[in-house]
């Protein structure tokens, strides 16, 4: 990140509307996956046709009534030749695509409001012409874009002008030459590195449009790839866990500055363990070659093993790409050094295979899908040609993989093939249905109940307890810092057998320290700190950045944001949403300024940020500000929406995290111009933390965190569907 706000290891400092494609659209698509509901698609739709935007409220009026409530590789030089361009791409698409199935293109349920969007099945590219031009198709990561890229070209009607590389850049450079002796009506252009930009520049020039897959450009219209803000921060977590939390990595990272997706990798990766894995050390980075990858990191691999004998090296991870990591996996393999786990990013059919093998020590990866990436860009091409704006930036999840049982599944998932039968691991965890606190008491102490998330923790606490058979003693801080610190002092008095706290500042720190000189073990719900064994909160870090791409896709990738922001400093998981919202930002929309950070108060929050906005608004009259963000929470932003609907300035979207049932029926509103937000699971939340004490109370080994995932909320569909999904309308 390139701020003066924070710090993040590689980032210098801590410091529209998409839609996701639901699965009824995704036979639609002419990829090769099983499941394709987590694709966003990063377009200007707001929303679907009001007849079913309508449809959702009213049958959530009913509800209410009832209830009475990068490639990863692309620099170097390999010195492949080219192969001749040609008007047939089939001609060209390795392995062809020809019995595949072919895609329904019926759409009457795809219907979009009008001006927001041609629905998926209305494209065409009849009678136009497209340019395909890859790095290379030896790797399964361009292989697969390209025949996916050619394969939507052919789909919608048009016709592929295709390119290969063979993995030397300035050849796929080169390559982009023919497209304007072509003169092609737009080009796709798959990876590689700056030897591209000038002749993506007498493309623009010649008013030739071109879209990047994995290739960020100021000469494209747009450029697809995977989310890799998530790719890297859940590698972290995931690696972070797989050495309990704790000893001396390595990693290689050759491309994250020079190839902004492999920056954003690595930086998101770093961050993670940086913040979240105080006890893990980076103690070696090293730099993989372009060419050759497996063979180059297979030998730096054994080389480092000389420098770390057994037990001061815990994992090697690679930040951008997984094909080095095939030959860090040989060298361990063939070293006998297979206590060092491998991690990396891509998760191709082969590296997965690996991860397949009896005792693989191959435990992270992170799966994307390349042919969806491809066909997206396509897509676009197609919305740009027929006259729709088109954002700059569009991202596809991508799929963690942490495991021999999850690298099966997603396997088979992404249709690589039948996986093998994985035995159980050695090293499982007691199941949860065999926990138990049978005789046993738990505190339960909770900063307050007015707020609806710190109830549903507080309730889903106390109903763990219960069910495993315990007591719980309980406590309410009537969101009182100093009064939920006070309470602590009952559980000492009552010498519990452990302590679940929810929540909290830096007031309960010596309370928690008092708690564990006395051996009783505390169990934190959002609330990390020295003195106890777990804490189990949020992905906060996906929280963060999936709130920065989703609300700067709202706005057009451009604009002036204020954002509240008064806890980030104090509260861990408060600063892990805003640094990693910010990182979005400054890296992913160049075209956003943070124009003002403002202070909620704690107390009264929402009159004291509906003011706050009243006041901002006179500031920035219309046209001067785009959005308002709560970083951390989601209550003040119940004020900002409050004040912009007051003042008749609904032209500001709002933006938030948390998503309890009050704020996502704002969000449900109609007209509303509250826009994103994200989902916690209190509840799972505060009953993992009970399962982490149960288990660190019968003897097992817990990590220092654990993480519940949080569900993305973009406009009023996806509100619609988490509230449900939640059970908030039962």
């Not at 072919?102 to 349920?109: A, C, I, K």
């Not at 590195?193 to 879209?211: N, Y």
């Not at 309470?487 to 320290?513: S, Y």
């Not at 920065?548 to 600063?575: K, P, T, Y």
Request: charged letters at 20%; hydrophobic letters at 40%; glycine letters at 10%.
């Amino acid at each position: 990140m390139r701020s003066d706000s924070f710090v993040l290891v590689g980032f210098d400092k801590v410091e529209k509307t998409d839609v996701r494609l639901e699965s009824k659209l995704c036979e639609h698509l002419y990829i090769q996956v099983t499941e394709c509901t987590n694709v966003h698609y990063r377009g200007e739709i707001r929303m679907r046709s009001w007849k079913i935007l309508l449809g959702l409220l009213a049958a959530f009026s009913l509800i209410v009534a009832s209830c009475g409530n990068d490639d990863d590789d692309s620099s170097g030089s390999s010195g492949s030749q080219a192969e001749q361009p040609t008007s047939e791409a089939t001609s060209e698409a390795p392995d062809g695509d020809s019995g595949e199935p072919q895609p329904d293109t019926g759409g009457e349920d795809e219907q979009t409001a009008d001006g927001q969007g041609m629905p998926t099945a209305e494209l065409s590219l009849e009678g136009l012409t497209v340019g395909v031009a890859v790095v290379g198709t030896q790797h399964f990561w361009d292989r697969e874009a390209f025949e996916g890229a050619v394969a939507e070209v052919e789909r919608l009607g048009g016709t592929a002008v295709t390119t290969d590389g063979g993995r030397d850049n300035q050849v796929h450079a080169d390559n982009h030459d023919v497209f304007l002796t072509r003169e092609v009506d737009a080009v796709v252009t798959i990876l590689g590195d700056d030897a591209v930009e000038p002749k993506l520049e007498a493309l623009k020039d010649a008013g030739i449009p071109v879209f990047g897959v994995d290739h960020a450009s100021p000469h494209i219209v747009n450029n697809t790839g995977s989310d890799n803000f998530y790719a890297g921060s859940s590698a972290g977590r995931n690696m972070g866990d797989a050495i309990g939390g704790a000893g001396n990595v390595a990693v290689f990272n050759a491309f994250g500055e020079v190839l902004s997706f492999c920056g954003d990798r690595y930086n998101n990766w770093r961050y993670v363990l940086d913040n979240a894995y105080p006890e893990i050390t980076v103690v070696e980075e090293l730099a993989e070659e372009f060419a050759n990858a497996p063979q180059d990191a297979r030998q730096q691999t054994l080389d480092l093993l000389e420098r770390y004998p057994r037990g001061e090296l815990d994992a090697i991870h690679v930040a951008c790409w997984d094909q080095p990591a095939i030959g860090v996996y040989e060298a361990l393999q063939e070293a006998g050094r297979t206590e060092i786990i491998v991690s990396a990013i891509d998760a191709g059919p082969d590296t997965l295979e690996l991860m397949l093998e009896p005792d693989s020590n191959w435990l992270v990866n992170v799966a994307q899908q390349p042919r969806m990436i491809a066909t997206i860009a396509v897509q676009n091409a197609a919305r740009h040609l027929a006259g729709e704006t088109v954002l700059p930036q569009s991202y596809v999840d991508v799929l963690p993989v942490s495991g021999a049982e999850q690298a099966a599944a997603i396997y088979e998932q992404l249709g690589y093939g039948d996986a093998p039968d994985v035995a159980p691991s050695d090293d499982v965890a007691m199941p949860t249905a065999e926990l138990s606190l049978e005789g046993l008491t738990v505190g339960v102490a909770v900063v307050g109940t007015q707020h609806f998330w710190d109830r549903e923790a507080f309730e889903g606490a106390v109903a763990e307890v219960e069910r495993l058979g315990g007591t719980a003693v309980t406590t309410d801080g009537g969101r009182d810092n100093q009064v939920h610190a006070d309470n602590h002092d009952v559980f000492l008095t009552r010498e519990v057998d452990a302590v679940v706290t929810i929540l909290g500042d830096d007031a309960v720190e010596p309370k928690l320290e008092a708690l564990k000189d006395a051996g009783i073990p505390v169990f934190g719900v959002d609330h990390a700190s020295p003195h106890i064994v777990n804490n189990t909160g949020s992905d906060n870090f996906y929280a963060g950045s999936s709130a920065g791409r989703n609300m700067g896709d709202a706005i057009g990738g451009a604009g002036n944001v204020a954002v509240f922001n008064a806890f980030g400093e104090v509260l861990s998981f408060c600063g892990d949403r805003y640094n990693n919202w910010r990182y979005v930002l400054d890296n992913a929309y160049p075209e956003i300024t943070v124009v003002e950070e403002l202070a909620e108060e704690f107390a009264n929050a929402p009159q004291d940020a509906r003011q706050q906005t009243l006041d901002l608004l006179e500031r920035y009259p219309r046209g001067e500000l785009d959005a308002i963000h709560v970083a951390c929470w989601d209550q003040p932003a119940i004020g900002v929406y409050e004040a912009l609907q007051e003042a008749g300035r609904t032209e500001i979207i709002v933006s938030a995290i948390d998503a309890g049932p009050d704020t996502l029926e704002l969000m449900l509103e109609p007209d509303s111009n509250w826009l994103v937000n994200v989902a916690q699971q209190p509840r799972m939340i505060a009953t993992i933390a009970v399962q982490n004490a149960a288990r660190h109370l019968a003897g097992e080994t817990v990590l220092p965190q654990s993480y519940v995932d949080v569900l993305p909320v973009s406009g009023a569909e996806q509100a619609a569907a988490i509230y449900e999904q939640l059970g908030y309308g039962s």
